[in-house]
Nanobody, 129 residues
């Protein structure tokens, strides 16, 4: 079964840090670009970061640039999202998603629309003020 499973969410105070994990199974992880998305209550889904499986290039939304870092461990079939200097407005359910093609993944992360092959079920991050 093709699957992405997020973990690492929780409650943290403003200014704190969390590291999210996105563990893949059921497909060749090296062949997939992976992105992170979030959806806050009452708001639309927002793409925040993605990483290219071919060359390791990354993209960050302006809202998280300089605070969040995406990384990939192929040996563990896992993508991480290190989140520092968290703000209450970062509160959301965080999802990871993957696709064999970088361009659709990048476009979707930029909120330009598109279909991605596999999605996780999400992990909740709550940042208290």
């Amino acid at each position: 079964e093709v699957q992405l499973v997020e973990s690492g969410g929780g409650l943290v105070q403003a200014g704190g840090s969390l590291r999210l994990s996105c563990a893949a199974s059921g497909f060749t992880f090296d062949d997939y670009a992976i992105g992170w998305f979030r959806q806050a209550p009452g708001k639309e889904r927002e793409g925040i970061s993605c990483i290219n499986n071919s060359d390791g290039s990354t993209y960050y939304a302006d809202s998280v640039k300089g605070r969040f870092t995406i990384s990939k461990d192929n040996a563990k079939n896992t993508v991480y999202l290190q989140m520092n200097s968290l703000k209450p407005e970062d509160t959301a359910v965080y999802f990871c998603a993957g696709d064999p093609d970088w361009i659709p993944l990048l476009r979707t992360t930029r909120n330009e629309g598109g279909y991605l092959e596999v999605w996780g079920q999400g992990t909740l991050v709550t940042v208290s003020s």
